[in-house]
């Protein structure tokens, strides 16, 4: 781990989730990164995000994007920000859409590739990563191809950053997140695996820290697998206070991390068997619940209290087996736990246990990840079919409606409304 003279002390001034949203009824919160506040999936307490809809009905807008992009709108303040890139990866652009009624306010060129490397899968694309936003500014990133923090009001480029190395090999996928006054950015590549935070006034590096796994993917000759392959991974981290203290969690390949996000220091880690991690963990009943990815797929019900590797020792649980995701990230309500497969299969556990409550099929393939409100969990299929469901001990099945088109970026919670970017438009969906 490596600390940058640029570490100033945090102010604490911005809480995000108590900024006053402008411009829809509600959204107090706004949803300012991968998931919402706190990257967890979850919608505003009291929010009433309609049951049903179509092409036809409880759509207010639908707004075309250009290019191609996976990356999840973030909103506050009246403005949806989101990233595309062309599709063979050459240029990379911001675009921003008035919330309220569609129309795009800003489109943005921001970077260039002449030779950008071909992802060779068609589950991924080059505009994957989710921007993060707070009053004022809008954090869009790239991967190793850049990052860019933008002003809200004017599109304006306050600072650049494409100088920070990664092959990505799949194409680029962790998010951005913001925590104080740091940008923290994950770079899990084939060639090297690490995370870093700058100062997101000026985008100088504050700290950057190595990942610490101790690799088993060596051939016959001494070289990475399949040219390193299982060493990158896609997964956004998350913040929580835990243990007394905030970690920052942080899953990779074959090593699930926690560290301090004001410095990077290395808190604890869970060597594993699974690569190319791409679900974002989630927190709760006092367990970190992470998935390992492909190959040997698990969730670890992680106790957060240790220090090293605590692989023996604080793994409370394990679930096993083909309904773990390796794209869609969890959901924890109340003392469940939510998840869906990439082949449509939804299961419910019990946070604490792991033990089994109930699984269902919904049927389809999903790269999005649910959402929770109030009584309901809402998950998005790759084909436009959105499978509502009582979020409880008992399957129901609520609702099911389908769009044209079909889901690859995760949904947005804006007060009584959900933002839903398909492969090719933007939607807002409300109770009309």
Not at 86 to 103: I, L, R, S
Not at 259 to 284: I, M, N, Q
Not at 369 to 375: F, N, Q, R, W
Request: aromatic residues 10%; charged residues 20%.
């Amino acid at each position: 781990m490596k600390l940058y003279p640029y570490f100033f002390a945090s102010r604490g001034a911005l809480v995000l989730a108590g900024i006053v949203f402008c411009g829809l009824n509600a959204g107090a919160q706004g949803w300012p990164e991968f998931r919402g506040p706190e990257g967890r999936g979850l919608a505003e307490k009291g929010a009433k995000l309609p049951l049903n809809w179509s092409e036809t009905s409880n759509v207010s807008w639908k707004t075309a994007i250009p290019h191609v992009g996976w990356s999840t709108p973030v909103a506050l303040d009246g403005q949806l920000w989101l990233s595309s890139a062309t599709e063979d990866g050459h240029d990379f652009y911001a675009y921003c859409v008035d919330a309220e009624t569609g129309k795009m306010l800003f489109e943005k060129h921001l970077f260039h590739c002449d030779e950008p490397e071909v992802l060779g899968n068609s589950v991924n694309c080059y505009a994957s990563p989710s921007a993060a936003l707070e009053p004022g500014r809008v954090y869009m990133h790239f991967g190793s191809y850049g990052t860019a923090c933008l002003d809200t009001a004017t599109a304006k480029v306050l600072w650049k950053r494409d100088d920070m190395p990664c092959r990505h090999y799949r194409g680029p996928g962790s998010s951005a997140i913001l925590h104080e006054d740091l940008l923290i950015l994950t770079f899990d590549g084939v060639d090297q695996q690490y995370i870093t935070a700058l100062d997101k006034k000026t985008g100088k590096t504050v700290w950057r820290t190595e990942r610490t796994t101790e690799w088993t993917d060596w051939d016959e000759n001494g070289k990475p697998k399949r040219d390193g392959d299982f060493r990158k991974a896609f997964a956004t981290p998350i913040i929580v206070k835990a243990a007394g203290k905030e970690q920052l969690l942080c899953p990779a390949s074959s090593c699930v991390f926690a560290y301090d996000p004001r410095t990077g220091k290395e808190l604890w880690k869970v060597p594993h068997s699974g690569h190319s991690a791409s679900v974002s963990p989630v927190y709760g009943k006092g367990l970190v619940l992470a998935a390992t990815g492909a190959g040997t797929s698990e969730i670890l019900g992680i106790r957060p209290d240790g220090n090293g590797d605590v692989s023996g020792s604080h793994v409370a649980w394990r679930f096993a087996g083909k309904d773990v995701p390796t794209t869609p990230s969890p959901l924890v309500v109340d003392d469940l736990f939510f998840m869906v497969s990439n082949r449509g299969t939804l299961t419910c556990l019990e946070a604490e246990t792991g033990k089994s409550v109930w699984r269902e099929r919904a049927g389809g393939n999903y790269i999005a990840s649910p959402i929770h409100c109030g009584d309901r969990i809402y998950f998005f299929s790759n084909n436009g079919k959105t499978t509502v469901v009582r979020a409880g001990r008992v399957f129901e099945q609520l609702a099911e409606n389908q769009l044209d088109d079909g889901f690859m970026a995760s949904p947005v919670a804006l007060g009584d409304s959900l933002i839903l970017r398909t492969k090719t438009h933007l939607y807002r969906i409300e109770e009309r």
